[in-house]
Protein backbone atom coordinates (compact mmCIF):
# COMPACT_ATOMS: atom_id res chain seq x y z
CA UNK A 1 0.00 0.00 0.00
CA UNK A 2 1.26 3.66 -1.05
CA UNK A 3 2.44 5.44 2.52
CA UNK A 4 0.41 8.15 3.84
CA UNK A 5 2.26 11.80 3.24
CA UNK A 6 1.38 15.42 4.07
CA UNK A 7 2.45 16.36 0.73
CA UNK A 8 -1.22 16.69 -0.91
CA UNK A 9 -2.81 18.50 2.39
CA UNK A 10 -4.67 21.17 0.73
CA UNK A 11 -4.41 24.51 2.91
CA UNK A 12 -7.86 24.62 3.63
CA UNK A 13 -10.26 21.92 3.14
CA UNK A 14 -13.22 24.45 2.89
CA UNK A 15 -11.62 27.44 0.68
CA UNK A 16 -13.95 28.75 -1.96
CA UNK A 17 -17.02 27.87 0.43
CA UNK A 18 -19.38 30.17 2.66
CA UNK A 19 -21.36 28.77 5.13
CA UNK A 20 -25.06 29.59 5.11
CA UNK A 21 -27.35 29.46 8.28
CA UNK A 22 -28.23 26.49 9.61
CA UNK A 23 -31.11 24.36 9.96
CA UNK A 24 -31.85 22.46 12.71
CA UNK A 25 -34.64 19.12 12.82
CA UNK A 26 -34.53 17.54 16.36
CA UNK A 27 -30.85 17.08 16.88
CA UNK A 28 -29.87 16.46 13.54
CA UNK A 29 -28.05 20.81 12.06
CA UNK A 30 -27.46 20.96 8.57
CA UNK A 31 -25.16 23.63 7.72
CA UNK A 32 -25.62 24.40 4.09
CA UNK A 33 -21.93 25.31 1.99
CA UNK A 34 -22.47 27.32 -1.21
CA UNK A 35 -19.88 28.45 -3.44
CA UNK A 36 -19.97 31.78 -5.37
CA UNK A 37 -18.27 29.99 -8.50
CA UNK A 38 -19.27 26.59 -9.33
CA UNK A 39 -16.64 24.40 -10.64
CA UNK A 40 -17.37 23.27 -14.19
CA UNK A 41 -14.91 20.94 -15.80
CA UNK A 42 -15.73 18.30 -13.09
CA UNK A 43 -19.22 16.93 -12.64
CA UNK A 44 -19.99 13.86 -10.67
CA UNK A 45 -23.35 11.90 -10.73
CA UNK A 46 -24.27 8.33 -9.37
CA UNK A 47 -24.46 4.94 -10.04
CA UNK A 48 -26.70 2.99 -8.15
CA UNK A 49 -26.07 -0.52 -6.83
CA UNK A 50 -28.50 -2.84 -4.45
CA UNK A 51 -27.69 -5.02 -1.83
CA UNK A 52 -23.47 -5.63 -0.22
CA UNK A 53 -20.69 -5.64 -2.27
CA UNK A 54 -17.36 -6.86 -2.42
CA UNK A 55 -13.97 -4.82 -4.02
CA UNK A 56 -11.12 -6.75 -5.14
CA UNK A 57 -8.15 -5.35 -3.80
CA UNK A 58 -5.50 -7.41 -5.85
CA UNK A 59 -2.64 -9.03 -3.44
CA UNK A 60 -4.28 -6.75 -0.65
CA UNK A 61 -7.60 -9.08 -0.04
CA UNK A 62 -10.86 -7.77 -0.81
CA UNK A 63 -12.96 -5.42 1.05
CA UNK A 64 -16.57 -6.29 1.57
CA UNK A 65 -19.26 -3.89 2.52
CA UNK A 66 -23.03 -2.29 1.53
CA UNK A 67 -22.10 0.12 -1.25
CA UNK A 68 -25.46 1.32 -2.26
CA UNK A 69 -23.95 3.62 -5.06
CA UNK A 70 -21.12 4.75 -7.18
CA UNK A 71 -19.99 8.26 -8.25
CA UNK A 72 -18.44 9.18 -11.54
CA UNK A 73 -16.57 11.70 -12.02
CA UNK A 74 -16.62 13.45 -15.64
CA UNK A 75 -14.02 16.03 -16.30
CA UNK A 76 -12.37 17.87 -19.18
CA UNK A 77 -8.76 18.44 -20.37
CA UNK A 78 -9.21 22.58 -21.37
CA UNK A 79 -10.77 23.84 -18.65
CA UNK A 80 -14.42 23.59 -20.50
CA UNK A 81 -17.51 22.63 -18.58
CA UNK A 82 -18.24 19.05 -18.41
CA UNK A 83 -21.53 17.57 -18.91
CA UNK A 84 -22.81 15.43 -16.24
CA UNK A 85 -22.36 11.82 -18.11
CA UNK A 86 -25.96 10.54 -17.11
CA UNK A 87 -27.86 8.85 -14.05
CA UNK A 88 -28.59 5.55 -13.74
CA UNK A 89 -31.83 5.12 -11.59
CA UNK A 90 -33.18 2.44 -9.75
CA UNK A 91 -36.28 0.66 -10.40
CA UNK A 92 -39.41 2.29 -7.89
CA UNK A 93 -39.74 0.86 -4.23
CA UNK A 94 -42.24 -1.78 -5.16
CA UNK A 95 -39.48 -3.28 -7.41
CA UNK A 96 -37.34 -3.10 -5.01
CA UNK A 97 -38.85 -4.83 -2.13
CA UNK A 98 -40.35 -7.65 -4.75
CA UNK A 99 -36.40 -7.66 -5.74
CA UNK A 100 -34.81 -7.83 -2.28
CA UNK A 101 -37.10 -10.78 -1.16
CA UNK A 102 -36.22 -12.59 -4.47
CA UNK A 103 -32.69 -12.63 -3.56
CA UNK A 104 -29.78 -10.50 -2.58
CA UNK A 105 -27.73 -9.36 -5.44
CA UNK A 106 -23.71 -10.07 -4.57
CA UNK A 107 -22.11 -7.21 -6.57
CA UNK A 108 -18.48 -7.34 -7.05
CA UNK A 109 -16.26 -4.39 -8.10
CA UNK A 110 -12.63 -4.20 -8.85
CA UNK A 111 -10.86 -1.57 -7.00
CA UNK A 112 -11.99 1.18 -4.88
CA UNK A 113 -11.23 4.12 -7.78
CA UNK A 114 -11.03 2.59 -11.52
CA UNK A 115 -10.54 4.63 -14.57
CA UNK A 116 -13.74 4.11 -16.94
CA UNK A 117 -12.46 6.34 -20.22
CA UNK A 118 -9.97 8.81 -20.96
CA UNK A 119 -11.43 11.64 -18.66
CA UNK A 120 -14.15 9.20 -16.40
CA UNK A 121 -13.64 7.68 -13.05
CA UNK A 122 -15.54 5.49 -11.49
CA UNK A 123 -15.32 5.64 -7.39
CA UNK A 124 -16.79 4.48 -4.29
CA UNK A 125 -17.50 7.28 -2.15
CA UNK A 126 -16.89 6.93 1.47
CA UNK A 127 -15.40 3.29 0.93
CA UNK A 128 -12.46 5.18 -0.29
CA UNK A 129 -11.41 6.63 2.63
CA UNK A 130 -12.70 3.80 5.37
CA UNK A 131 -10.41 1.35 3.07
CA UNK A 132 -7.73 3.68 4.01
CA UNK A 133 -8.37 3.24 7.47
CA UNK A 134 -9.20 -0.40 7.83
CA UNK A 135 -5.35 -1.07 6.03
CA UNK A 136 -3.84 1.10 8.54
CA UNK A 137 -0.92 -1.43 9.46
CA UNK A 138 -2.22 -4.17 7.56
CA UNK A 139 0.59 -5.66 7.57
CA UNK A 140 0.73 -6.43 11.14
CA UNK A 141 4.29 -7.08 12.93
CA UNK A 142 7.62 -5.83 10.88
CA UNK A 143 9.83 -8.12 12.99
CA UNK A 144 9.15 -11.40 14.49
CA UNK A 145 8.81 -10.13 18.48
CA UNK A 146 8.32 -13.30 20.37
CA UNK A 147 5.26 -11.41 22.55
CA UNK A 148 3.14 -11.61 18.80
CA UNK A 149 1.15 -15.03 17.75
CA UNK A 150 1.57 -16.59 14.60
CA UNK A 151 -1.37 -15.56 13.27
CA UNK A 152 -0.25 -12.20 13.53
CA UNK A 153 3.01 -12.64 11.61
CA UNK A 154 1.50 -14.80 8.99
CA UNK A 155 -1.84 -12.87 8.38
CA UNK A 156 -1.76 -9.42 10.01
CA UNK A 157 -4.70 -7.92 10.77
CA UNK A 158 -6.57 -9.78 8.42
CA UNK A 159 -9.63 -9.79 8.56
CA UNK A 160 -10.20 -6.15 10.03
CA UNK A 161 -13.82 -5.37 10.53
CA UNK A 162 -15.62 -2.52 12.01
CA UNK A 163 -19.17 -1.52 12.09
CA UNK A 164 -21.27 1.50 11.40
CA UNK A 165 -24.76 2.70 10.72
CA UNK A 166 -26.83 3.59 7.55
CA UNK A 167 -28.09 7.05 7.38
CA UNK A 168 -31.55 5.52 7.31
CA UNK A 169 -31.08 4.51 10.44
CA UNK A 170 -29.90 7.75 11.92
CA UNK A 171 -32.98 9.17 13.72
CA UNK A 172 -34.13 12.15 11.94
CA UNK A 173 -31.47 12.70 9.75
CA UNK A 174 -33.82 11.52 6.37
CA UNK A 175 -36.83 14.03 7.88
CA UNK A 176 -33.63 16.55 7.87
CA UNK A 177 -32.71 15.72 4.33
CA UNK A 178 -36.41 15.48 3.08
CA UNK A 179 -37.77 18.98 4.26
CA UNK A 180 -35.03 21.52 4.16
CA UNK A 181 -34.41 23.78 1.36
CA UNK A 182 -31.44 23.64 -1.26
CA UNK A 183 -29.61 27.16 -1.12
CA UNK A 184 -28.91 28.69 -4.71
CA UNK A 185 -25.38 28.03 -5.30
CA UNK A 186 -25.59 25.15 -2.86
CA UNK A 187 -22.49 22.81 -3.28
CA UNK A 188 -21.93 20.76 -0.23
CA UNK A 189 -23.70 20.28 3.56
CA UNK A 190 -21.90 19.77 6.69
CA UNK A 191 -24.18 17.42 8.89
CA UNK A 192 -24.47 17.93 12.95
CA UNK A 193 -25.98 15.35 15.39
CA UNK A 194 -26.25 17.51 18.43
CA UNK A 195 -23.99 19.91 17.58
CA UNK A 196 -20.86 17.58 16.66
CA UNK A 197 -19.50 17.25 13.38
CA UNK A 198 -20.88 14.14 12.22
CA UNK A 199 -20.09 14.56 8.66
CA UNK A 200 -18.73 16.98 5.52
CA UNK A 201 -20.15 16.59 1.66
CA UNK A 202 -18.72 18.90 -0.92
CA UNK A 203 -19.45 18.46 -4.48
CA UNK A 204 -17.98 20.46 -7.75
CA UNK A 205 -21.48 22.25 -8.93
CA UNK A 206 -24.93 22.69 -7.81
CA UNK A 207 -26.82 20.70 -9.64
CA UNK A 208 -24.53 17.53 -8.78
CA UNK A 209 -25.40 18.24 -5.32
CA UNK A 210 -29.33 18.28 -6.23
CA UNK A 211 -28.58 15.19 -7.44
CA UNK A 212 -26.51 13.29 -5.23
CA UNK A 213 -28.32 14.74 -2.13
CA UNK A 214 -30.71 11.88 -1.43
CA UNK A 215 -27.52 9.91 -1.00
CA UNK A 216 -26.81 11.03 2.50
CA UNK A 217 -29.15 8.83 4.00
CA UNK A 218 -27.39 5.91 2.02
CA UNK A 219 -23.73 6.88 3.49
CA UNK A 220 -22.29 5.47 6.75
CA UNK A 221 -21.94 6.79 10.26
CA UNK A 222 -20.27 5.88 13.31
CA UNK A 223 -22.15 4.91 16.25
CA UNK A 224 -20.66 7.88 17.90
CA UNK A 225 -23.32 9.84 15.99
CA UNK A 226 -26.00 7.12 16.01
CA UNK A 227 -25.66 7.93 19.98
CA UNK A 228 -25.80 11.80 19.23
CA UNK A 229 -29.04 11.51 17.07
CA UNK A 230 -30.99 8.87 19.63
CA UNK A 231 -29.94 10.31 23.07
CA UNK A 232 -28.98 13.90 23.00
CA UNK A 233 -31.59 16.28 23.23
CA UNK A 234 -32.98 18.80 20.02
CA UNK A 235 -29.85 21.40 18.92
CA UNK A 236 -30.53 24.96 19.24
CA UNK A 237 -32.00 26.63 16.03
CA UNK A 238 -29.57 30.03 14.33
CA UNK A 239 -31.91 33.20 14.91
CA UNK A 240 -30.75 36.35 13.54
CA UNK A 241 -31.48 39.44 16.37
CA UNK A 242 -31.58 43.08 14.63
CA UNK A 243 -31.95 45.76 16.85
CA UNK A 244 -34.08 48.77 15.65
CA UNK A 245 -31.63 51.36 16.86
CA UNK A 246 -30.00 52.94 14.36
CA UNK A 247 -31.65 51.57 11.52
CA UNK A 248 -33.19 53.72 8.95
CA UNK A 249 -33.67 52.51 5.61
CA UNK A 250 -33.43 49.29 3.78
CA UNK A 251 -29.96 49.56 3.20
CA UNK A 252 -29.14 49.96 6.89
CA UNK A 253 -31.33 46.71 7.23
CA UNK A 254 -30.10 44.87 4.38
CA UNK A 255 -26.49 45.36 5.66
CA UNK A 256 -27.44 44.52 9.04
CA UNK A 257 -28.59 41.26 8.12
CA UNK A 258 -25.57 40.59 6.20
CA UNK A 259 -23.33 41.83 9.30
CA UNK A 260 -25.35 38.62 11.23
CA UNK A 261 -24.90 35.94 8.15
CA UNK A 262 -21.23 36.84 8.33
CA UNK A 263 -21.00 36.60 12.37
CA UNK A 264 -22.64 33.04 12.06
CA UNK A 265 -20.33 31.93 9.54
CA UNK A 266 -17.25 33.25 11.77
CA UNK A 267 -18.61 31.15 14.48
CA UNK A 268 -19.10 28.36 12.89
CA UNK A 269 -16.02 27.93 10.91
CA UNK A 270 -13.82 28.69 13.88
CA UNK A 271 -16.15 27.12 16.47
CA UNK A 272 -18.46 24.18 15.45
CA UNK A 273 -16.24 23.20 12.79
CA UNK A 274 -12.56 23.31 14.16
CA UNK A 275 -12.67 19.81 14.65
CA UNK A 276 -12.17 19.03 10.97
CA UNK A 277 -10.19 22.05 9.87
CA UNK A 278 -7.77 22.18 12.28
CA UNK A 279 -7.24 18.30 12.25
CA UNK A 280 -3.23 17.46 11.06
CA UNK A 281 -4.00 14.82 8.64
CA UNK A 282 -1.90 12.40 6.42
CA UNK A 283 -2.52 12.40 2.55
CA UNK A 284 -2.45 9.56 0.22
CA UNK A 285 -2.81 9.94 -3.36
CA UNK A 286 -5.26 7.91 -5.12
CA UNK A 287 -5.85 8.76 -8.79
CA UNK A 288 -4.58 11.91 -10.91
CA UNK A 289 -7.40 13.32 -12.85
CA UNK A 290 -6.27 15.79 -15.34
CA UNK A 291 -5.82 19.18 -13.07
CA UNK A 292 -7.75 17.63 -10.58
CA UNK A 293 -5.91 15.04 -8.23
CA UNK A 294 -8.45 12.29 -6.27
CA UNK A 295 -6.76 11.22 -2.31
CA UNK A 296 -7.61 10.15 0.98
CA UNK A 297 -6.83 11.06 4.41
CA UNK A 298 -6.03 9.76 7.99
CA UNK A 299 -5.49 11.87 11.12
CA UNK A 300 -3.36 11.91 13.68
CA UNK A 301 -5.91 9.95 15.98
CA UNK A 302 -5.63 12.25 18.78
CA UNK A 303 -7.86 10.13 21.82
CA UNK A 304 -10.66 12.22 23.45
CA UNK A 305 -10.42 14.55 20.36
CA UNK A 306 -12.80 14.77 16.77
CA UNK A 307 -11.01 12.46 14.23
CA UNK A 308 -12.17 12.33 11.07
CA UNK A 309 -11.12 10.53 7.77
CA UNK A 310 -12.10 11.52 4.24
CA UNK A 311 -11.54 11.67 0.51
CA UNK A 312 -11.13 14.45 -1.29
CA UNK A 313 -10.29 16.44 -5.18
CA UNK A 314 -8.60 18.49 -5.46
CA UNK A 315 -7.52 20.95 -7.77
CA UNK A 316 -3.73 22.05 -9.02
CA UNK A 317 -4.32 24.26 -6.02
CA UNK A 318 -4.69 22.65 -3.23
CA UNK A 319 -8.33 23.94 -3.40
CA UNK A 320 -11.16 21.18 -2.24
CA UNK A 321 -13.56 20.07 -5.42
CA UNK A 322 -15.05 17.02 -3.67
CA UNK A 323 -15.29 16.08 0.16
CA UNK A 324 -16.98 13.49 2.11
CA UNK A 325 -15.27 12.29 5.85
CA UNK A 326 -16.49 10.18 8.27
CA UNK A 327 -16.26 10.68 12.24
CA UNK A 328 -14.39 8.46 13.87
CA UNK A 329 -15.80 6.72 17.14
CA UNK A 330 -13.82 6.87 20.93
CA UNK A 331 -12.79 2.87 19.63
CA UNK A 332 -12.13 3.55 16.49
CA UNK A 333 -9.88 6.45 17.37
CA UNK A 334 -8.38 4.41 20.33
CA UNK A 335 -7.78 1.22 18.06
CA UNK A 336 -5.53 3.84 14.81
CA UNK A 337 -3.66 5.03 17.69
CA UNK A 338 -2.82 1.92 19.13
CA UNK A 339 -1.27 0.77 15.85
CA UNK A 340 0.06 3.35 14.83
CA UNK A 341 2.59 3.84 18.33
CA UNK A 342 3.25 0.10 17.95
CA UNK A 343 4.40 0.80 13.82
CA UNK A 344 6.61 3.73 15.04
CA UNK A 345 8.08 0.91 18.05
CA UNK A 346 8.40 -1.52 15.01
CA UNK A 347 6.19 -2.91 16.77
CA UNK A 348 8.36 -3.72 19.60
CA UNK A 349 5.67 -4.13 22.89
CA UNK A 350 8.13 -2.99 25.99
CA UNK A 351 9.35 0.51 23.99
CA UNK A 352 5.57 1.14 22.85
CA UNK A 353 4.53 0.56 26.92
CA UNK A 354 7.15 2.69 27.76
CA UNK A 355 6.08 5.54 25.48
CA UNK A 356 2.75 4.86 27.28
CA UNK A 357 4.73 4.86 30.58
CA UNK A 358 3.01 1.76 31.87
CA UNK A 359 4.13 -1.98 31.49
CA UNK A 360 4.04 -4.83 28.88
CA UNK A 361 1.20 -6.38 30.52
CA UNK A 362 -0.92 -3.41 30.69
CA UNK A 363 -0.39 -2.45 27.25
CA UNK A 364 -1.63 -6.12 26.35
CA UNK A 365 -4.64 -5.81 28.10
CA UNK A 366 -5.41 -2.59 26.34
CA UNK A 367 -4.65 -4.37 23.15
CA UNK A 368 -7.21 -7.23 24.23
CA UNK A 369 -9.60 -4.32 25.04
CA UNK A 370 -9.08 -2.90 21.74
CA UNK A 371 -9.80 -6.36 20.20
CA UNK A 372 -6.70 -6.80 19.18
CA UNK A 373 -6.10 -9.69 21.52
CA UNK A 374 -5.63 -12.17 18.60
CA UNK A 375 -1.84 -10.65 17.80
CA UNK A 376 -0.54 -12.04 21.11
CA UNK A 377 0.73 -14.55 21.55
CA UNK A 378 -1.00 -16.50 24.46
CA UNK A 379 1.31 -17.89 27.06
CA UNK A 380 0.59 -21.12 29.13
Same mark, same amino acid.
Given at each position: MTSYSTAHAPSSLFDGLRTRPSQVWGAVRLVPLVRAEPVADLRLHPRIHTGPGVVDLGRKGSYCSYIPH /? &??? +??????? #???? *? $???? /?? $? #??? !? +? !? +?????? %??? &?? %? @?????? $? %? %???? &? =??LHLALEGYLALHFGGPTIAWEEWSRQALRQGLSPRVEAAYLGLQVPGLSDALSVFEI? #?? !??????????A?????????? +?? *? @?????? =?? !??? *? $?????? *????? #?PGTDFRARITDTGIRSLGELRAAAAEQTDRWAEFHDTTMAAGLVEQESSWQRVRRMGRFTLSRFLPEFRPKQDNHIGEAILDEHGRTVYLKTFRLSENQVRRGFLLSRLAAHDWHLADTAAEFGIDDAALAKRLETAGFGYLLRQRG
Open positions: /S &FVA +EWTGDGS #PAAA *Y $GTQL /SE $G #PAE !Q +E !Q +EAVAAV %RLH &FH %R @RMARQE $G %R %RRLR &F =LPH #PG !QCGVLVYLADLAAAFVVPHP +ED *Y @RTLHPT =LV !QDL *Y $GDLVHH *YATLM #P
